[in-house]
């Protein structure tokens, strides 16, 4: 049995207070934390929709890992669950089994609308979560704005979900004074900025082809939402897709703040067997591998191709492209309590080998002066060890992870259906619409990564 310290237990987003010095103790991150309390709202219509329903039962998700006084759903008919998630059978046992609440919120609670039509604000924070074709986004209740509707996308709903709770998060936190008065959204197809996801969706393709092999690196915070999204994607016969999973540790009581699959009852398991049984039950083809993966691995001419990676090591994403791999898409999240909304996303092979890329590590934010760290080393409550290692955990917050997972697996999907690759994509989810996308130069269209059709 694994004996954790403190580091291992500490809640990665309650950390950002200890970080930023709203907080001096562990005490008081938590204590604020608690007074965090979100609505999620749900018409009867879109209750019984596929699509709504994985916007719904995503928020509820990534919710409940950062608004720690609770998470509540109202109203809700009785419904089956449509989405292709192993929740239960009805959309009211997903919601219990995912950690919220069915009940009225207190007034003045932030409110989420899980799509729905314009309506007059039910608190000062009160948004619409929207999607249609591939795009997800956000705007404020009283605002028409919507995209044009189109046939959706699945991984639409889940980004428009993660945009919610971001800037829910953003409101609770006093972070910017626009939040909740401002519409924010992403095209999937084409995330540039100068992208209108508002707009017209006539350049955007059904989705009619899925992948068939992948290989997932890292199964904490981005592994997992990359798997919740592969949840979503509508596999006719989900045993068609078969995926190797590769990580080397066991899920920690702090792994659930930022890993939508991972909760109490996995504490001490390995993430590979944990995850391999989720995808499973969904109904998908799992192997395993233990390992450290390095440039010493060498990819079999009988396994994935194309990895999706969420590793948070320059050692072994230098390593990316040296394996065997013909097309890698690595998400990295910042780490720090000023930057952990950032995302940046590389696709390889890429202009620049992955040993330039990832030449030098970005040197973390030293935090060990702030209050909260002196009071304990002060305190005896850590030695000066437990306080350095402590101090050097990332802070994360599962909606980051969420919206990098969606931008990745796009990458793949548009390889499938002849669309952008992008070597780069860096963008702030504090402020999203001031992202930059490169496009690769390389030509993809002889690569045949393995898929299946929808």
């Known amino acids: 049995m694994t004996v954790f310290t403190a580091a291992d237990r500490l809640h990665r987003l309650v950390k950002h207070a200890l970080d930023s010095g709203a907080a001096a103790s562990i ?8 007074g965090y309390r979100v609505s999620l ?8 929709d596929r699509h709504h329903q994985a916007a719904l039962l995503t928020a509820v998700a990534l919710a409940r890992r950062v608004f720690l006084g609770g998470v509540s759903v109202t109203p809700l008919p009785d419904t089956p669950l449509a989405v292709p998630l192993p929740f239960g059978s009805t959309l009211a046992e997903a919601i219990a089994s995912l950690g919220a609440g069915i009940v009225e919120a207190q007034a003045g609670t932030p409110v989420i609308e899980i799509g729905g039509a314009p309506s007059a604000r039910r608190a000062p924070f009160h948004v619409r979560a929207v999607f249609a074709g591939w795009r997800g986004g956000i705007a404020p209740a009283p605002t028409e704005a919507a995209p044009t509707p189109a046939p959706v996308m699945a991984l639409a709903p889940m980004l428009a979900a993660a945009l919610a709770v971001n800037e829910a998060f ?3 936190s006093g ?6 008065r401002r519409c924010v959204g992403i095209s999937l197809w084409n995330p540039a900025p100068g992208c209108d996801w508002l707009g017209d969706t006539a350049t955007e393709p059904a989705l009619s082809l899925l992948p068939a092999r992948l290989w997932l690196i890292g199964l904490g915070h981005l592994g997992q ?3 919740w999204g592969l949840g979503l994607l509508p596999f006719a016969r989900p045993q068609d897709l078969s995926l190797i999973l590769q990580d080397i540790d066991v899920i920690t009581p702090s792994t659930e703040s930022t890993s939508i699959l991972s909760d109490s009852a996995l504490i001490n398991i390995k993430k590979t067997r944990a995850m391999a049984a989720w995808a499973e039950r969904r109904g998908f083809a799992t192997a395993i591998h233990e390992r450290r993966f390095d440039a010493s691995l ?3 001419g009988d396994e994935p191709a194309v990895v999706l990676c969420g590793l948070d ?3 072994g994403r230098q390593a990316l492209d040296q394996v065997g791999f013909d097309f890698v898409v690595e998400a990295g999240l910042g780490r720090g309590h000023r930057d952990f909304r950032a995302i940046r996303l590389h696709t390889l092979p890429a202009s620049r080998p992955a040993s330039r890329i990832w030449r030098s590590a970005q040197a973390d934010d030293p935090v060990e002066d702030r209050p909260a760290y002196q009071g304990m080393l002060a305190s005896g409550a850590l030695d000066r060890c437990g306080v350095t290692l402590l101090a050097g955990k990332a802070v994360g917050a599962p909606f980051v992870g969420a919206v990098a997972a969606t931008l990745a697996l796009s990458e793949v999907l548009r390889l499938l259906h002849g669309g952008t690759v992008h070597e780069l994509i860096d963008l702030d989810l504090k402020a999203p ?17 393995g898929y299946v059709p929808v």
């Open 27 to 34: 005490a008081e991150a938590e204590t604020l934390f608690a």
């Open 41 to 48: 709202r749900i018409g009867e219509e879109a209750a019984r």
């Open 170 to 172: 953003l409101y609770v």
């Open 175 to 180: 972070h910017t004074g626009v939040a909740g």
């Open 225 to 227: 939402a990359y798997l």
């Open 298 to 300: 060498r990819r079999q």
């Open 313 to 315: 090591n320059g050692a």
């Open 433 to 449: 619409e001031y992202r930059s996308t490169v496009p690769t130069p390389l030509d993809f269209s002889a690569l045949n990564p």
